[in-house]
């Protein structure tokens, strides 16, 4: 199974709702990212998890919360956000936190901020 | 963080054509990534390049990375209308962190 899911596929929200949104893999990696793309832009990186702790904020602000509940999940709680912040949230994973590790993604969820 | 560009940022083809896109470097990277993500989708690994000079192909898309170790080329020959994507190098991001910094990406779009 090489296959990383992510739930919602699409998500509206406005600027005062808390929603979260998961990341799923079962390829026993121990490396999972958060990114950001907005369109026609590279991905961007959010953050990574390196055997369950936080090793790299990529000067995120604070409305973006992740938490990795165990080795196989990522969530990114979401609060108050900005309608700059509508985007394709991407998870993604690999063996280890490593350049020359390929990373698998996940299909994104499409987030718009009203 | 490393900083790889690439070129062409956008490029139209009729199907058939040749198409190659370019990813460089100003530092001597130690590996480069190449990930395609179709429109609409999420992005897709190709391939990893680790060695000066190396090549690899896959089918129609030719790979290589320069002697230097700076830059590297993406080639597909005779495309065709399933090339359609954006296609993004990935170097080491060089700011002390063990993880990838994209390139810009180039969008192909192929014309039947």
């Known amino acids: 199974d090489t296959e990383v899911t992510q739930t919602p596929k699409h998500l509206v929200m406005g600027m005062t709702n808390k929603k979260s949104l998961k990341c799923e893999q079962h390829?026993?990696?121990?490396?999972m990212y958060w990114y950001k793309q907005k369109a026609k832009k590279p991905p961007e990186l959010m953050f990574v998890y390196s055997y369950e702790k936080l090793s790299i904020n990529e000067s995120v602000p604070s409305r973006f919360s992740p938490e990795c509940p165990n080795s196989s999940l990522l969530n990114l709680h979401l609060h108050a956000l900005q309608p700059e912040d509508s985007a394709l949230y991407l998870c993604?994973?690999?063996?280890?936190?490593?350049?020359?590790?390929?990373?698998?993604f996940g299909p994104g969820t499409r987030l718009t901020v009203l | 963080g490393q900083q790889v560009m690439q070129i062409p940022q956008y490029q139209h083809v009729q199907e058939g054509e040749d198409f190659t896109t370019y990813c460089n470097s100003s530092t001597t990277l130690s590996n480069i990534q190449w990930y395609k993500q179709r429109p609409g989708g999420h992005p897709v690994f190709l391939i990893q390049?680790?060695?000066?000079?190396e090549v690899k192909k896959q089918k129609r898309l030719t790979f290589q990375f320069g002697e230097a170790k700076k830059n590297s080329s993406l080639h597909i020959t005779a495309t065709q209308t399933t090339d359609v994507g954006t296609y993004f190098c990935?170097?080491?991001?060089?700011?002390?962190?063990?993880?990838?910094?994209f390139g810009k990406g180039t969008m192909l779009l192929v014309s039947p």
């Open positions: 390829m026993g990696h121990r490396a």
């Open positions: 993604a994973s690999s063996h280890i936190a490593a350049s020359t590790d390929t990373q698998y």
């Open positions: 990935a170097g080491p991001n060089n700011s002390g962190y063990s993880t990838l910094t």
């Open positions: 390049l680790v060695k000066s000079g």
